[in-house]
């Protein structure tokens, strides 16, 4: 039995045994059906934090500390480059929570990514570097 119909059958027991005795007037019996119902409440559900920094960081960057205005660096879907090394040279990255891993030559570069306001921030063991995005 299901945990409805149990807590029905209780409640009419226990009223049951609480009524005067009956008198000789017959009462008619009513068929009660019990039915489940499944109710779907739609939950709304933030993407994970990774997929939410990987949409936001794509494009060309550049850094508060550079006066020339050059591109620091350049993220794809796949991809981060330097633009001032060679535009050749891709290095694959991957996203662990809210920080950026990128395969860079023979070591893993590892960035905790934020963003205050339109500022990217990239943070890792030794120092905080601010970004803004490349105007067009």
């Known amino acids: 039995m299901n945990k409805k119909t149990l807590a029905l059958i209780s409640a009419?027991?226990?009223?049951?045994?609480c009524e005067p005795p009956a008198q000789k007037t017959e009462q008619a019996q009513t068929d009660t059906t019990i039915k489940d119902t499944?109710?779907?409440i739609p939950v709304k559900t933030s993407p994970p934090k990774a997929a939410v920094?990987?949409?936001k960081i794509k494009g060309e960057w550049v850094s508060t500390e550079d006066e020339t205005g050059n591109v620091t660096f350049v993220i794809d879907d796949n991809t981060f480059?330097?633009?001032d090394h060679d535009m050749?040279?891709?290095?694959?990255?991957k996203w662990k929570g809210?920080?950026?891993n990128i395969d860079y030559n023979d070591e893993v570069?590892?960035?905790k990514v934020s963003f205050k306001g339109d500022t990217l921030?990239?943070?890792d063991q030794s120092a905080t570097t601010y970004y803004t995005r490349m105007k067009q």
């Open 12 to 17: 009419v027991a226990i009223l049951s045994a």
């Open 38 to 40: 499944t109710v779907n």
């Open 53 to 55: 920094l990987a949409k």
């Open 81 to 83: 480059m330097y633009p």
């Open 88 to 93: 050749d040279t891709q290095y694959k990255y």
């Open 98 to 100: 809210d920080s950026i």
């Open 109 to 111: 570069l590892t960035f």
């Open 121 to 123: 921030v990239l943070a």
